[in-house]
């Protein structure tokens, strides 16, 4: 859970301007407290800057694949998604260990319509 909040967050700095450090000294408007702050915040990104070129590495990386897979499979999620009207009243998908992936509508669900057969 972590992990998604903090790659957001070192982005979001690393977006945000940075002063340079002889840009105004502590004497001319800066508290020391901002100061600290901005010092705190540049060391950060200096440490950051490796892991955030070797995430925009990764995501130049798995763009072509992630297209590949968007085309072969969005059709089949389409359908699938045009055939079941309420997600709620069924479980977790549940991977088999042949590989098959099997959905199952929860037991305490009246069977409103019967579950659609879908063609992949």
Do not use: C
């Not at 909040?5 to 977006?15: G, R, S």
């Not at 705190?40 to 990104?45: C, S, V």
């Not at 509508?105 to 992949?120: F, G, L, N, S, Y």
């Amino acid at each position: 859970m972590v992990k998604y909040f903090v790659i957001p967050f070192w982005l979001a700095l690393a977006a945000a301007p940075v002063h340079a450090q002889d840009a105004d000294p502590p004497d001319e408007g800066w508290s020391l407290m901002e100061r600290g702050a901005q010092m705190l915040m540049e060391g950060l990104m200096r440490e950051m800057e490796p892991a955030l070129e070797d995430l925009q590495g990764l995501a130049e990386d798995m763009g072509p694949a992630m297209r590949d897979f968007v085309t072969q499979m969005g059709p089949a999620m389409r359908g699938l998604l045009e055939d079941v009207q309420d997600w709620s009243v069924y479980e977790a998908p549940e991977i088999l260990d042949n590989g098959d992936i099997i959905i199952r509508r929860k037991p305490d669900v009246p069977d409103a319509t019967p579950a659609p057969e879908i063609d992949i």
